[in-house]
C-alpha cells in the first residue's frame, strides 16, 4: 500500500530520460514525452533527455556519463528491454550497474501482468544503482512508462512516502566507496 505523510518535505530530484529506439524522432517519441511529463507534473526536474540507437555500447557511454555527472540522480531508459536481437538495453544496464534492485522488475511486471496477461514475460524491464544514482530500464510503449511510473516510480521517487523510499537512501547510495577508499 502506498502512502504519502503530508508532513514530510518533497525533495525534488533530478532525473535523465533516455529513450533506445531505432526509429524514433524527438517528434515521435511518445514514451519519453509521458515520462516527461509526469516527471515534472510529479515536482522533479527532468535535467536531461536524448534518444539513442540499439546499440549497447553507445547506450552504456551515456548511462555512464550520467551516472558521473552529479546532476543527475535518476536515469529512466525506455525502449529495448524486449527479447528480439536488437533490444540491448539490459545488456548495456549490467555493464554500468553495481547493484540490481531485482524487486523493480518483479513488481512492474507482476503490475504488467494485471493488464497485459502472460505477455509481460518478455519485458526485461529492470533497476538497479551506480555510483549513487539510480537507474530504470522500462519497455518502450507510453503504456509501459505510465505504469511503470504511475504504481512504482512516483512512489518511490517521492521523499513522503511511507513506510520508506529510494530518496531516502540517497545519501546512503555511496557508503561502499567511502568505505574502501579510507
Known amino acids: 500500500m502506498s502512502r504519502i505523510d503530508e508532513s514530510r518535505a518533497f525533495l525534488p530530484v533530478n532525473i535523465a530520460v533516455l529513450t533506445v529506439s531505432d526509429t524514433r524522432t524527438a ?30 555500447d553507445v547506450i552504456a557511454i551515456q548511462l555512464i556519463a550520467w551516472v558521473d555527472d552529479p546532476s543527475v540522480d535518476v536515469v529512466i531508459t525506455t525502449g529495448g528491454t524486449g527479447i528480439t536481437g536488437r533490444d540491448v538495453t539490459p545488456e548495456a544496464f549490467k555493464r554500468v550497474l553495481e547493484k540490481e534492485i531485482e524487486g523493480f522488475g518483479e513488481l512492474f511486471r507482476m503490475l504488467s501482468y494485471q493488464k497485459i496477461g502472460t505477455s509481460t514475460m518478455q519485458s526485461r524491464a529492470l533497476g538497479g544503482v551506480a555510483r549513487g544514482t539510480y537507474l530504470f530500464a522500462l519497455p518502450g510503449s507510453p503504456g509501459a512508462c505510465r505504469d511503470a511510473w504511475d504504481d512504482i516510480l512516483r512512489f518511490q521517487l517521492d521523499s513522503r512516502h511511507r513506510p520508506c523510499n529510494l530518496v531516502e537512501l540517497m545519501p546512503r547510495l555511496q557508503e561502499h566507496l567511502r568505505t574502501s577508499a579510507a
Do not use: M, Q
Open 27 to 56: 517528434g515521435t517519441d511518445k514514451s519519453g514525452d509521458t515520462l516527461a511529463e509526469r516527471i515534472a507534473g510529479s515536482g522533479h526536474r527532468l535535467v536531461a533527455r536524448t534518444i539513442l540507437r540499439d546499440e549497447a
